[in-house]
């Protein structure tokens, strides 16, 4: 049974930066899709990034591309997400997720394995 720990949120002004981790337990990253989700308040829960575990290859969601960037350490066995030019429609509260790897990353469906997520809050 993984586990998923993430790690990172908090409060940050607009434009400002914050890295979320997400630490990996009873599951290889290095064979698995990881995803980073968001869910705001009223709001359904989108998938934000992936990345291949196999390939490195990554997936961004329109309203983040140029500004996150998703990156893993497969020796920590560790997921992380960079957020760079923060905006106040980025508050969310963010999930990592796993899944058996996959040739297609931008699909939502899938992952079976969450962590508790974490509150991202950016002020204007």
């Known amino acids: 049974q993984a586990q998923l720990v993430e790690s990172g949120g908090g409060l940050v002004q607009a434009g400002g930066s914050l890295r979320l981790s997400c630490a990996v337990s009873g599951r290889a990253v290095a064979s698995s899709n990881m995803g980073w989700f968001r869910q705001a308040p009223g709001k359904e829960r989108e998938l934000v990034a992936a990345?291949?575990?196999?390939?490195?290859?990554?997936y961004y969601a329109d309203s983040v591309k140029g500004r996150f960037t998703c990156s893993n350490d497969n020796g920590k066995n560790t997921v992380y997400l960079q957020m760079n030019s923060l905006k106040p429609e980025d508050t969310a509260v963010y999930y990592c997720?796993?899944?058996?790897?996959?040739?297609?990353?931008?699909?939502?469906?899938?992952?079976?394995?969450w962590g508790q997520g974490t509150q991202v809050t950016v002020s204007s």
């Open positions: 990345i291949s575990g196999i390939s490195g290859r990554t």
């Open positions: 997720a796993a899944r058996p790897w996959s040739s297609v990353l931008d699909q939502k469906n899938g992952y079976n394995y």
